[in-house]
């Protein structure tokens, strides 16, 4: 290792002189047992491969087997693992004619590999081994395929190349050597050596032949990454290396180290995994290292996030192993998504990831980078030293060392962990069973923590569905809301806040809470808003909204109840009315600094007594004043009374600045407990610039009662100074909307007026729900229905609006410049 890293680091020149040199350090440990491997890596690097392969003929000369590979995985470009000697693939020419082979994708247009690549444009070369015969296989995305220099760093590959030994296979007398196993991987039926079943404490005569009984005496936490090994599906062609822990009958699992390859089955052959396993336990510190693994495994135990997975994994390697950075990364679909970068600061990472990557959320296809695919392909730890020959992406992490680790979970890659040294790091021989043993934990964690992530997102989701999407802009006021989902569970909260804006520059607060964190709770909580918002839209007083939702609440038959805070506040006047029904006081924080928990009257919860009384609490706000209405999450925790929770919201509140009250609500925030969801709704009331000039007079059921409603608009109208036109137009409107409501309603009818901003508005409201009926139509005899034309011809817009009990038509008149 370190005459690679040392030769590797010496060399400067051209790209081929650079893989000449890395070829030949690789020469000086020949004894290496992935040596094969890191050959056709360097093909990766210094040629622009994206995949490797050495084909090669097996037991049955007439085939040409894959034997090792490198980089993306073979079936992107629709390589098999095998191919007749006699046929006409590229590896077959290349094997028979003892020549080269360049074709690009115009070339492949008509191969079979082609025709069975997901991604059919790609360029591949072939190359001849020598007299053992089989070739070098090359494929690469580049545009112009394999260019001069490429062609030559592979002639220097295919010429490097050694066929790796013959795996283990049985003696004369029919036995494996000792510290021999082979796996058929149809039927997982084993045969092992003597000295394996001693390290597993398995006499021969009760040991049964399956892989089952072996892997039942290995460390849980071991598993996940022994399996990627073992399962057929996970293990890819080529050596493979993996220490894991076998539980002994006392005293601390034993440390053992497998070395493998997966041999490719033929015709009435099955595939099998063949390799060694022997002690490793004198290689390791032992009690130092089993300690940190321990640790991680009770924080990640803990890890409900994938954040919290990356500093739990972080906290377990960086600091022990002396490194400079790491990177945690989760596997979506192709591409790599980093989740932790520790140090976090951008300048500590190479300019490649700032600049080709997103920066704050680093992402990039894992083909980007063949050396970690080929990596992640593998599913064992992988470690580079100083001055091995890298992609640029991988190389600045770690120009001191690199170590990726593979994080397996559930039968796939859940990720990656990268960790890097900024200057030459000499691997301990335990440093790289130790990054095995995390791994394995990590992946497992890192895929709940994904899972528990995507469904807190989801039920984030369907909350934020059921609140308002937007708060609307309010006459005089500013209001923001924030609400936070509790992190304890993956259940739908109750919590709901709401703005209502109501007539006459009225508008509606209302926060609650509904008991329960289920659907059932989050349903009862839409039910709710959307009752409320109806009931205020009606006209009705505050006591009488929450006095009509509690019914409704009792109607559903339902074994939930809510809690619920209702102001309405009058933006004209700077008035409010406040109705609690057993929810927490609202807070004031006056223009002086000062802060007061509001003493409103209560009533009881809604959905819990029929003839509950919820009374009216009248408010003053002067302008600068904000209103502050929450849920018991932000106030309760379990080290604190609610009493408690509301003296430091109002505390909090008096030292906020007003002028911000977004940065305001995020500072309340800060400190919740998040047992509990949090709703926060906040109001500043700043006052109306211009307030609106109002009058009303109510219309008596007389013979005069139009004369009259006429007399008190003109003299309303002059005094508010509205010129002869508007006048006129007004009188007309006032005569039509006031004889509709005396000829076809019963009851009392009210005339209103209001003037701002030179927009005059005329209202008549009655007690019938029933809106006036505009004609499609109407004939030169017909005797009636043209007063709801005339109103539409001479204001500017006309409606209905329900208030309590019945409706209110309006038109707005508006003089011309």
């Known amino acids: 290792m370190a005459n690679v890293a040392s030769e590797g680091a010496a060399v400067r020149g051209s790209r081929s002189e650079r893989a000449a040199s890395a070829l030949d350090a690789l020469a000086a440990v020949p004894a290496a047992p992935d040596r094969l491997r890191r050959v056709l890596e360097l093909a990766l690097v210094f040629a622009g491969a994206s995949f490797a392969g050495v084909y090669a003929p097996g037991d049955d000369p007439a085939t040409l087997r894959l034997t090792e590979s490198a980089g993306l995985p073979r079936t992107l470009y629709g390589l098999r693992d095998g191919c007749p000697a006699a046929g006409g693939s590229p590896m077959a020419e290349s094997h028979r004619t003892r020549s080269p082979v360049w074709l690009g994708p115009a070339d492949l247009a008509g191969c079979a590999e082609a025709r069975r690549a997901p991604y059919p444009d790609f360029s591949l070369a072939a190359l001849p081994l020598g007299p053992s015969g089989g070739c070098l296989l090359a494929v690469t995305e580049q545009p112009g395929g394999f260019g001069a220099d490429d062609r030559t760093c592979l002639e220097l590959v295919a010429r490097a190349v050694a066929l790796p030994a013959p795996a283990p296979v049985a003696t004369d007398t029919g036995e494996l050597p000792a510290d021999a196993f082979s796996v058929i991987m149809d039927t997982g039926r084993i045969e092992v050596g003597d000295a394996i079943l001693g390290l597993f404490g398995i006499g021969r005569p009760e040991f049964d032949g399956r892989v089952e009984t072996l892997l039942g005496l290995t460390v849980p936490e071991d598993l996940p990454s022994l399996m990627s090994v073992v399962e057929a599906d996970h293990m890819s062609i080529g050596e493979r290396e993996l220490e894991f822990r076998i539980l002994q009958p006392s005293g601390p699992p034993k440390w053992v180290r497998l070395r493998g390859r997966l041999v490719p089955g033929g015709e009435g052959r099955s595939a099998r995994l063949a390799g060694t396993v022997a002690d490793a336990s004198t290689l390791r510190s032992g009690v130092t290292d089993v300690a940190r693994v321990q640790r991680l495994a009770a924080a990640l135990a803990t890890a409900g996030t994938v954040k919290d997975v990356g500093k739990a994994v972080v906290a377990a390697l960086r600091v022990p192993l002396n490194a400079d950075r790491i990177?945690?990364?989760?596997?979506?679909?192709?591409?790599?998504?980093?989740?932790?970068?520790?140090?976090?600061?951008?300048?500590?990472?190479?300019?490649?990831?700032?600049?080709?990557?997103?920066?704050?959320?680093?992402?990039?296809?894992?083909?980007?980078?063949?050396?970690?695919?080929?990596?992640?392909?593998?599913?064992?730890?992988?470690?580079?030293?100083?001055?091995?020959?890298?992609?640029?992406?991988?190389?600045?992490?770690?120009?001191?060392?690199?170590?990726?680790?593979?994080?397996?979970?559930?039968?796939?890659?859940?990720?990656?962990?990268?960790?890097?040294?900024?200057?030459?790091?000499?691997?301990?021989?335990?440093?790289?069973a130790l990054l095995t043993a995390c791994a394995g934990l990590a992946g497992q964690a890192l895929l709940r923590a994904h899972a528990f992530d995507a469904e807190h997102e989801l039920v984030g989701m369907l909350q934020r569905t059921l609140l308002p999407r937007r708060l609307p802009r309010l006459p005089g006021a500013v209001a923001v809301a924030r609400y936070l989902p509790t992190t304890a569970g993956l259940e739908v909260g109750?919590?709901?806040?709401?703005?209502?804006?109501?007539?006459?520059?009225?508008?509606?607060?209302?926060?609650?809470?509904?008991?329960?964190?289920?659907?059932?709770?989050?349903?009862?909580?839409?039910?709710?808003?959307?009752?409320?918002?109806?009931?205020?839209?009606?006209?009705?007083?505050?006591?009488?909204?929450?006095?009509?939702?509690?019914?409704?609440?009792?109607?559903?038959?339902?074994?939930?109840?809510?809690?619920?805070?209702?102001?309405?506040?009058?933006?004209?006047?700077?008035?409010?009315?406040?109705?609690?029904?057993?929810?927490?006081?609202?807070?004031?924080?006056?223009?002086?600094?000062?802060?007061?928990?509001?003493?409103?009257?209560?009533?009881?919860?809604?959905?819990?007594?029929?003839?509950?009384?919820?009374?009216?609490?009248?408010?003053?706000?002067?302008?600068?004043?904000?209103?502050?209405?929450?849920?018991?999450?932000?106030?309760?925790?379990?080290?604190?009374?609610?009493?408690?929770?509301?003296?430091?919201?109002?505390?909090?509140?008096?030292?906020?600045?007003?002028?911000?009250?977004?940065?305001?609500?995020?500072?309340?925030?800060?400190?919740a407990h998040r047992g509990d969801d949090v709703a926060l709704l906040l109001m500043r009331y700043d006052g109306m610039a211009v307030r609106p000039l109002r009058e009303s007079w109510t219309v008596w059921r007389v013979p005069e009662a139009v004369r009259h409603a006429r007399r008190f608009t003109r003299r309303t109208l002059r005094t508010w100074g509205v010129s002869p036109d508007t006048l006129d137009a007004a009188l007309l409107v006032v005569s039509e909307l006031v004889t509709n409501a005396l000829v076809h309603t019963g009851g009392p009818v009210r005339l209103d007026l209001s003037l701002v901003n030179h927009r005059l508005r005329l209202a008549v409201a009655d007690t019938s729900p029933r809106s006036p009926v505009q004609p499609t139509s109407i004939g030169w005899e017909a005797t009636g229905g043209r007063g709801i034309l005339l109103v539409e011809a001479v204001s500017a817009a006309w409606g209905t609006v329900p208030v309590s009990g019945g409706k209110q038509v309006w038109a707005d008149l508006v003089p011309p410049d």
Not at 361 to 376: E, G, K, Y
Not at 383 to 390: H, M, N, Q, T, Y
């Open 327 to 432: 990177a945690l990364a989760e596997l979506e679909n192709d591409r790599l998504v980093v989740t932790v970068l520790d140090p976090p600061a951008p300048e500590a990472w190479p300019e490649v990831w700032r600049t080709e990557w997103r920066t704050e959320w680093p992402d990039a296809p894992v083909r980007a980078m063949p050396t970690l695919a080929s990596a992640l392909r593998e599913g064992r730890a992988r470690i580079w030293p100083a001055g091995s020959p890298l992609e640029p992406a991988l190389a600045e992490v770690g120009p001191g060392g690199l170590a990726v680790l593979p994080l397996p979970a559930g039968g796939r890659m859940a990720g990656a962990c990268l960790v890097g040294w900024d200057q030459p790091h000499e691997f301990a021989p335990d440093e790289r």
């Open 494 to 671: 109750g919590d709901w806040y709401d703005v209502i804006p109501l007539a006459d520059n009225h508008v509606a607060f209302v926060i609650g809470d509904v008991q329960g964190h289920n659907a059932g709770a989050a349903t009862l909580m839409g039910q709710m808003r959307t009752a409320l918002r109806a009931y205020a839209a009606e006209g009705h007083s505050p006591d009488v909204v929450v006095a009509h939702a509690n019914r409704l609440l009792l109607d559903m038959e339902t074994d939930l109840f809510a809690t619920c805070a209702y102001v309405d506040v009058d933006m004209e006047q700077g008035t409010a009315l406040c109705v609690r029904a057993g929810h927490l006081q609202p807070v004031l924080r006056h223009p002086d600094g000062s802060t007061e928990i509001v003493q409103a009257e209560g009533g009881p919860p809604l959905g819990v007594l029929g003839q509950a009384e919820f009374r009216m609490t009248p408010l003053r706000l002067q302008p600068g004043t904000v209103l502050a209405l929450t849920t018991d999450g932000l106030v309760e925790s379990p080290g604190a009374d609610i009493d408690e929770g509301m003296d430091r919201l109002a505390a909090e509140l008096a030292a906020a600045d007003p002028g911000h009250l977004g940065l305001v609500a995020d500072a309340l925030l800060t400190g």
